[in-house]
């Protein structure tokens, strides 16, 4: 096969979320034509908070940083059970301060370091799994935790004690199931041998002087185009690399959606089928979008159609751990399982799928009942 194809191939595969909003987008236009309005479906804001959020998490990554604070925490628990709690709870508390897919990408390979160095390879699925799914619903938490979170904060302008407020019931609910399921873990002996990572103080300081500048922008402490500006012309002097490592599919995906959900909103016999929907129950409706395209396309496409942005956000949130593609984070954690375990794809689907559809019953039926 041609090397070129290959490559395509390649990339579309572990980009098919980005190439599904592409065509997504492009057959809206057929229907809604190119038109001055376009410019008005994009939000700016978000895809420049995502941008610097990225661009520093990455930096921050480049002098393992986030590996070092991690094995740190890893290596202060003598057992099996222990220790993969922290790293789900390192996994957890990671996706509400780099965001969900970012957590994995980061945490995910020292789970499997942690469990092939110390013969523990029986636990992988279980605590890939569980990563997984700490990663999507710890993320809930914050605007810049989950990507669609950082969405819906900036297209509703919603306050930040209200946000917090909003997510902190299915937050301290996924916190005690997912440590509920950790604990079943057997307490085995386990021991992780010790290795010196020194880390650069000067680029430490100054990339944690750029991740709090993100975070100030999210938090809309100042304007996000000081950020854009200053953030990457740091970088572009201190690690380049950082630059080139930015998650750039996850926002041009953003931007696709952006103009399908756009044209979508402005076809009239869809906006009345939405709206409709959404009016019997935008908690449910929410959920069960993001079952079938994934919760980042569902944030941006239901926006268009409701103002009940508090069960529109919890749905969304929630609706992250269901089905394989749920959640980008999902796919990226089925990719990253399968490149260790390959011919156990049965075994991996069926384990995931049960703990991830227990923990969305679970979660709905709360919601349910609080309202």
């Given at each position: 096969?041609?090397?070129?194809?290959?490559?395509?191939?390649?990339?579309?595969?572990?980009?098919?979320?980005?190439?599904?909003?592409?065509?997504?987008?492009?057959?809206?236009?057929?229907?809604?034509?190119?038109?001055?309005?376009?410019?008005?479906?994009?939000?700016?804001?978000?895809?420049?908070?995502?941008?610097?959020?990225?661009?520093?998490?990455?930096?921050?990554?480049?002098?393992?940083?986030?590996?070092?604070?991690?094995?740190?925490?890893?290596?202060?628990?003598?057992?099996?059970?222990?220790?993969?709690?922290?790293?789900?709870?390192?996994?957890?508390?990671?996706?509400?301060?780099?965001?969900?897919?970012?957590?994995?990408?980061?945490?995910?390979?020292?789970?499997?370091?942690?469990?092939?160095?110390?013969?523990?390879?029986?636990?992988?699925?279980?605590?890939?799994?569980?990563?997984?799914?700490?990663?999507?619903?710890?993320?809930?938490?914050?605007?810049?935790?989950?990507?669609?979170?950082?969405?819906?904060y900036s297209t509703y302008n919603i306050p930040n004690l209200e946000?917090?407020?909003?997510?902190?019931?299915?937050?301290?609910?996924?916190?005690?199931?997912?440590?509920?399921?950790?604990?079943?873990?057997?307490?085995?002996?386990?021991?992780?041998?010790?290795?010196?990572?020194?880390?650069?103080?000067?680029?430490?300081?100054?990339?944690?002087?750029?991740?709090?500048?993100?975070?100030?922008?999210?938090?809309?402490?100042?304007?996000?185009?000081?950020?854009?500006?200053?953030?990457?012309?740091?970088?572009?002097?201190?690690?380049?690399?950082?630059?080139?490592?930015?998650?750039?599919?996850?926002?041009?995906?953003?931007?696709?959606?952006?103009?399908?959900?756009?044209?979508?909103?402005?076809?009239?016999?869809?906006?009345?089928?939405?709206?409709?929907?959404?009016?019997?129950?935008?908690?449910?409706?929410?959920?069960?979008?993001?079952?079938?395209?994934?919760?980042?396309?569902?944030?941006?496409?239901?926006?268009?159609?409701?103002?009940?942005?508090?069960?529109?956000?919890?749905?969304?949130?929630?609706?992250?751990?269901?089905?394989?593609?749920?959640?980008?984070?999902?796919?990226?954690?089925?990719?990253?399982?399968?490149?260790?375990?390959?011919?156990?794809?049965?075994?991996?689907?069926?384990?995931?799928?049960?703990?991830?559809?227990?923990?969305?019953?679970?979660?709905?039926?709360?919601m349910l009942f609080l309202s």
């Amino acid at each position: 096969m041609n090397e070129g194809l290959v490559s395509v191939l390649g990339f579309v595969k572990k980009n098919i979320v980005m190439v599904i909003a592409m065509f997504a987008a492009i057959i809206t236009t057929f229907f809604v034509p190119v038109d001055r309005e376009y410019i008005n479906y994009f939000d700016f804001k978000t895809l420049a908070c995502l941008f610097c959020v990225l661009a520093v998490v990455c930096a921050l990554k480049n002098i393992n940083f986030f590996y070092m604070l991690a094995r740190k925490v890893v290596q202060m628990f003598k057992n099996a059970r222990m220790s993969i709690l922290a790293l789900v709870y390192i996994t957890f508390i990671g996706s509400m301060l780099i965001a969900n897919d970012m957590a994995l990408l980061t945490f995910l390979p020292l789970g499997y370091f942690v469990l092939t160095s110390t013969g523990k390879e029986k636990y992988m699925a279980f605590t890939f799994i569980m990563q997984n799914i700490a990663a999507n619903l710890g993320g809930m938490l914050t605007p810049f935790g989950n990507p669609q979170n950082l969405y819906l904060y900036s297209t509703y302008n919603i306050p930040n004690l209200e946000f917090v407020q909003i997510m902190a019931p299915p937050f301290v609910v996924s916190v005690i199931l997912i440590t509920a399921c950790c604990l079943f873990v057997k307490p085995e002996p386990l021991v992780l041998d010790d290795e010196k990572i020194k880390l650069n103080p000067g680029r430490t300081a100054l990339y944690l002087v750029l991740f709090a500048l993100s975070i100030l922008i999210v938090f809309r402490g100042i304007p996000y185009w000081t950020g854009l500006v200053i953030i990457p012309s740091v970088l572009l002097i201190a690690d380049r690399k950082a630059l080139k490592m930015v998650d750039y599919p996850l926002l041009l995906t953003f931007v696709f959606f952006f103009v399908f959900s756009g044209n979508m909103a402005r076809i009239e016999l869809v906006r009345n089928f939405f709206s409709m929907l959404l009016e019997k129950n935008t908690l449910l409706f929410s959920v069960l979008s993001c079952q079938l395209i994934s919760n980042v396309p569902s944030a941006i496409l239901l926006s268009q159609f409701t103002e009940n942005y508090p069960e529109l956000l919890v749905g969304v949130n929630i609706g992250g751990v269901g089905t394989l593609i749920s959640s980008l984070a999902s796919l990226i954690t089925f990719r990253e399982y399968m490149k260790h375990n390959q011919g156990k794809t049965l075994y991996y689907i069926g384990m995931f799928s049960l703990y991830n559809f227990g923990f969305l019953i679970l979660l709905i039926c709360f919601m349910l009942f609080l309202s």
